[in-house]
């Protein structure tokens, strides 16, 4: 462990409002099984959602319920993020997101997520000065990136050296401890990003700056080299910025209940996020960013044809699927990915790179639009199917798409950890399940 200089942020400033909403008992939904009729209340959120508690059902009756993939059950009363379906909403801590992707920055929404409220000028440049005051990786970690092999997808080695930072700073329990934690975990992050993609292609690390903002600084770092001093354009840093605000939070999704679950055990903060980075990178869920683009690619290779590629996606005996379309929760157009469409044609008209990915996503996405197996199922575009388009043109490389997507969700990721660990409804995660298996047998043992 190693001595690090104290934080401005965490002498002068903040109790984090870690608010969680005010829950009216409502009404008792009944239950009857077996003649019996058991009670189960009914509890009402902020935006009028409403949820049957059964935390007491099987201690009450014996029964358990069934909900595979999670698709029909809360896991948790959370103030962070709304999120409506059918609506397309997307909101954090109350504010829509076409506001914050328009007014805010990408720090200041890291900090609206982790306490509640946007911050106060002085905050915010408190917390941006101490996020660039630890950006810089001890040199024993950055040894680290020399054992993995050079062709290593970035993901791994993002979410192993998020891992391998627990080695370096103890498991943080005050609030203090756990503030220089999230300040570490946000300023080191875009550096261990850049690092796996210089360690990736051979390159060494470039130190970051701190005359430099945060989106500026990781192009600096991702882009600069030894040789030469790569010129930030603060066009591409505020689109980047942009991504990084659309991805910040998603309520309960794959790798934020994986964070949960994991820091439900109390495991480190930084352990908590290496397992979400890795839930992260499934091509299901954030992987996919980097899955349309290559599907993208090889439809403009076989010459085009996104009808070709749509038809297949629907044949039941075909496991290709149609990249970055379709969502667990919306059932409308995904809010994200309609602002990202915009930014799409902004970007590539002022890069003036090449649109034919762009031109096959739009066809690909009108086609769908009037396609009975998509209208049925209510598959839209999700926010990954416009992202890579966007991450190309900024010459983002490909494997580094899914590692944009963590960066951006980190804040998220951080402050759901924070919620849960606050709450006092904390309790270790624990799953019950319905056992199918064989009844007790004996030892016969096989001659
Ligand atoms: N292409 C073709 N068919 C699809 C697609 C798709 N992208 N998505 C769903 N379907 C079909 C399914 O085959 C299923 O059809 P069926 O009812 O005839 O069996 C129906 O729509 C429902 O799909 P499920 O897989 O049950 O939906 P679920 O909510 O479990 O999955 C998911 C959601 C994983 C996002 C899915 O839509 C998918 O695989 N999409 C492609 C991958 C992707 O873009 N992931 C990123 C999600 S956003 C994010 O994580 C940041």
Known sequence: ????????????????????PTMTDLDHAELTYRDQKYSLPVIEGSE??????????????????????????GSCKSAITFVNGEKGILRYRGYAIEDLAQHSSFLEVAWLLLFGELPSTGE??????????????????????????????????????????????????????IRQGIV????????????????????????????LDYTQNFLHMMFSTPCEEYEVDPVVA???DLLLILHADHEQNCSTSTVRLVGSSQAHLFASIASGVFALWGPLHGGANQKV??????????????????????????????????????????????????????????????????????????????????????????????????YKALGIPTPMFTVMFALGRLPGWIAQWLEMRNSPEFRIGRPRQVYVGEPLRQIEKPV
Not at 354 to 360: E, V
């Open 293 to 390: 683009i290559e599907m993208l690619e090889e439809i403009a290779r076989g010459g085009g044809s996104a009808r070709e590629f749509l038809e297949r996606a629907k044949k039941k005996d075909d496991t290709t699927r149609l990249m970055g379309f379709g969502h667990r929760v919306y059932k409308s157009y995904d809010p994200r990915a309609k602002i990202l469409k915009g930014a799409c044609q902004d970007v590539l008209s002022r890069m003036g790179g090449s649109s034919q990915l762009l031109d096959i996503a739009m066809e690909l996405e009108e086609i769908t639009l009037e396609d009975d197996y998509f209208i049925s199922r209510r598959l839209y575009p999700n926010v990954d199917f416009y992202s890579g388009v966007i």
């Open 238 to 240: 505020r689109v980047l």
């Open 124 to 177: 915010l440049e408190a917390f941006d000065q101490d996020v660039t005051l630890h950006s810089m990786l001890h040199e024993d970690f950055q040894r680290l990136f020399g054992a993995f092999p050079k062709d290593a997808h970035p993901m791994p080695t993002l979410a192993s050296a998020l891992g391998a930072l627990s080695t370096f700073y103890d498991e943080p329990n005050t609030d203090l401890e």
């Open 184 to 211: 570490r975990l946000i300023a080191k992050m875009p550096t261990i990003a850049a690092c796996s993609y210089k360690h990736s292609i051979g390159q060494p690390a470039i130190y970051p700056r701190n005359d």
């Open 48 to 73: 009028g959602e409403l949820g049957i508690d059964i935390g007491n059902l099987r201690r009450d009756s014996g029964l358990i319920t069934m909900d595979p993939g999670f698709v029909n059950t």
């Open 1 to 20: 462990m190693f001595p690090e200089p104290s934080l401005s942020l965490l002498e002068t400033t903040i109790e984090p409002h870690l608010k969680m």
